[in-house]
């Protein structure tokens, strides 16, 4: 089953999950898209082989020059990464239950527009929070309204500062991540019977 992975930043996760399914049998890291010519996570993907693509906000809203560019690699499941703009509804209807996202906290608790990486952790200090987490999920055409696939969480302390936030949630995402994309991922594959 070929995946496309799309990122927008640096790529800490899009490499994890690159490097959870190199030897995989069953899964492979096909594609690195990036809205971003900048973007860190293309270097990544680049240095392990994995072929990369920029896809502007412009054409991400055109059908007829996305979909082509997934077709050409054989992609039947996209994983989101840190992939900042909002995937339009046509590629939501092409790849039904087919689309996961990564989001930095337990949702429905801060998420929406807006609501990504530092800006998060960010929230969640302000408020007060004892706890914060990872949320995986389905996506819809609500933004970070999907349904919930997996959240994992971890307690905080008043004296943790925004970064301290930050790096304890990236540490969920490291050891979780990849694990709950491939559970999904066989489970697809289970029911379609790739």
Not at 59 to 67: A, C, G, K, S, W
Request: aromatic share 8%; net charge negative.
């Amino acid at each position: 089953m070929n995946i496309a992975i799309f990122v927008s930043g640096s790529g800490t996760n899009c490499e994890n999950l690159i490097r959870h399914f190199e030897h995989s049998e069953r899964v492979k890291c096909a594609l690195v898209v990036s809205n971003k010519t900048d973007a860190y996570a293309l270097v990544r993907a680049e240095r392990l082989g994995v072929p990369t693509a920029i896809v502007p906000k412009v054409q991400l809203n055109n059908p007829d020059e996305t979909l082509p560019l997934l077709r050409r690699y054989d992609i039947q499941f996209i994983v989101l990464a840190g992939f900042l703009p909002l995937i339009p509804s046509y590629l939501i209807e092409a790849f039904p239950r087919r689309i996961v996202n990564l989001h930095p906290a337990l949702l429905p608790k801060f998420g929406g527009k807006g609501m990504w990486g530092h800006h998060v952790h960010e929230a969640v200090k302000a408020a007060g929070e004892t706890e914060t987490g990872m949320t995986v999920h389905y996506v819809s055409p609500v933004c970070d309204g999907g349904e919930i696939i997996a959240q994992y969480s971890v307690a905080l302390s008043p004296s943790d500062t925004v970064d301290d936030i930050a790096e304890k949630e990236h540490q969920l995402e490291m050891a979780y991540f990849p694990k709950i994309v491939e559970e999904i991922l066989n489970d697809f594959m289970e029911h379609a019977r790739l």
